[in-house]
């Protein structure tokens, strides 16, 4: 299976100021169609997951501009411009090119 | 606008089944691929189980194979997952989303397996 890899786990960050989690992939996520399937999800608190970005860098409708995804190959970069207090929760990358699905292991984004 | 609300879950005995049920709204059920994901208490999120927009083609898990079944009702715009053979490991909120990359969830159903 294929293993994604979070980091940091914990992030505590200050209202206005960016922030950035990482994720690896334990295989490239370069599908055979050329390209690569990359999610990112938030979940508050009580809540379900929320699809923010797909394929890499593609926002959800509705979602805010100051979330933005980038990388290529094994390793992706979820950023947060400006950190708001709605943004705080737990982020996951999933993977969705290999077969099973699979996630990382998560990062709690908290306010300082 | 896409509606998914699972039930059936509940407390069940070691050994015993359940089945739970996604109800499907707002959107043409039968052209998507649907999935369930699970989260144990406290844990991160763990993907279940695919099924394809037609029902033919069906992908588990390791951990559930052989215990668990997807299946639909595009009739009815239903998608179900048969847990049998139920492990204390199998309790979590179980989720079904939408689509190949999971972009619309539902608000889950909690599966607790205990004596």
């Known amino acids: 299976d294929v293993v994604m890899t979070q980091s940091p786990l914990s992030l505590p960050v200050t209202l206005g100021q960016p922030a950035s989690i990482s994720c690896r992939s334990s295989?490239?996520?370069?599908?055979?169609?050329?390209?690569?399937?990359l999610n990112w999800f938030h979940q508050r608190p009580g809540q379900s997951p929320r699809r923010l970005i797909y394929k890499v860098s593609n926002r959800d409708s509705g979602v805010p501009d100051r979330f933005s995804g980038s990388g290529s190959g094994t390793d992706f970069t979820l950023k947060i411009s400006r950190v708001e207090a709605e943004d705080v929760g737990v982020y996951y990358c999933?993977?969705?090119?290999?077969?099973?699905?699979?996630f990382g292991q998560g990062t709690k984004v908290e306010i300082k | 606008q896409v509606q998914l609300v699972e039930s059936g879950g509940g407390v069940v005995q070691p050994g015993r089944s359940l089945r739970l049920s996604c109800a499907a709204s707002g959107f043409t059920f039968s052209t998507y691929a649907m999935h369930w994901v699970r989260q144990a208490p406290g844990k991160g999120l763990e993907w279940v189980a695919l099924i394809s927009s037609d029902g033919n083609n069906k992908l588990y898990a390791d951990s559930v194979k052989g215990r668990l079944t997807i299946s639909r009702d595009n009739s009815k715009n239903i998608l179900f997952l048969q847990l049998n053979s139920l492990r204390p490991e199998d309790t979590a909120v179980y989720y079904c989303a939408r689509h190949w990359g999971a972009d619309y969830w539902g608000q889950g159903t909690l599966v607790t397996v205990s004596s």
């Open positions: 295989q490239s996520l370069v599908y055979s169609d050329g390209d690569t399937y």
């Open positions: 999933m993977q969705g090119t290999h077969w099973p699905r699979t």
